[in-house]
């Protein structure tokens, strides 16, 4: 209790990412430095889950969006595949209750109709019983990829143009944000990568145009509170210039 005291001293918390986006990488490299299967460490992840939920809600932070499935990873082998979409039809279901008594609301980002009809069905029963749901907004990108949800975007906002809704000459930033799979979101302040990769393989291109972004060499399953103080405490020393002259 006294631990917990004082590493939630050590953040500002007048100055906390509104909006944190993680993704969540080095599963498959954790379970393989102990010789295990990729699947222990995806089940391991899911662990680190639900550690990240819970002190997202500590420490009032009010939105979290985690990568759980690009749709790149549709190129892995068939029963990686397979597991994983089970894990998440598996762990959805058991996190159910948690998400309704801990105030949750779950958004789900990505092409969610390419998805198994039992995980779609699931999906979407959680978003309806949690949609009044306010302390935390847990968005879950799967099969999700940042190019997908541009695409997306302007097919929706071409159909609109058909219907005469808007005008082609009218089409502004606004619009592209209002028909992303985040909508009425404000984009991500902070951006954490685990597993130490450099990149962005595709995730929210377009709403991390001015994200904040940490890397740490901590595989998923191993996050724990102290990473996420360590990069929000970075954060905090950051100075944001949005191209102005600060
Ligand atoms: C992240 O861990 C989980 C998903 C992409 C689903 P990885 O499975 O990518 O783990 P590494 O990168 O192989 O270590
Ligand atoms: C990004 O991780 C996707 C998710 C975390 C779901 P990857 O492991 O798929 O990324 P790459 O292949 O290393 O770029
Ligand atoms: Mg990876």
Redesign the pocket.
């Known amino acids: 209790m006294i631990k917990k005291v004082s590493q939630d001293k050590l953040i500002d918390s007048k100055k906390l990412p509104q909006h944190l986006a993680i993704?969540?990488?080095?599963?498959?490299?954790?379970?393989?430095e102990r010789g295990l299967p990729?699947s222990a460490?995806?089940m391991e992840?899911v662990k680190a889950v639900k550690r990240v939920i819970s002190n997202c809600i500590s420490l009032n932070i009010p939105i979290l969006t985690i990568?759980?499935?690009?749709t790149e990873?549709w190129k892995?082998p068939k029963n990686?595949v397979l597991y994983?979409l089970k894990l998440f039809n598996k762990a959805l279901n058991k996190e159910k209750e948690n998400f309704i008594k801990n105030n949750i609301r779950i958004n789900f980002l990505g092409r969610i109709k390419d998805l198994p009809n039992s995980l779609i069905k699931q999906m979407n029963e959680i978003a309806k019983i949690t949609s009044n749901n306010n302390k935390l907004i847990l968005n879950i990108a799967i099969n999700y990829g940042g190019r997908a949800e541009i695409v997306d975007a302007i097919n929706s906002i071409i159909s609109t143009v058909y219907e005469k809704k808007i005008k082609i000459g009218d089409i502004t930033e606004n619009t592209i944000r209002d028909n992303l799979y985040t909508h009425g979101l404000p984009d991500p302040d902070l951006l954490i990568r685990?597993?130490g990769?450099m990149r962005i393989s595709n995730f929210m291109i377009w709403q991390i145009a001015y994200t904040e972004f940490w890397v740490t060499p901590v595989?998923?399953p191993d996050f724990d509170k102290i990473n996420l103080i360590e990069a929000i405490r970075d954060f905090q020393k950051r100075v944001r210039k949005f191209g102005r002259k600060v």
Request: glycine letters at 14%; proline letters at 0%; a positive charge.
């Open positions: 993704i969540m990488d080095g599963n498959g490299r954790w379970a393989k990729r460490g995806h992840g990568f759980a499935f690009s990873n892995r990686e994983l685990t597993a990769e595989y998923w």
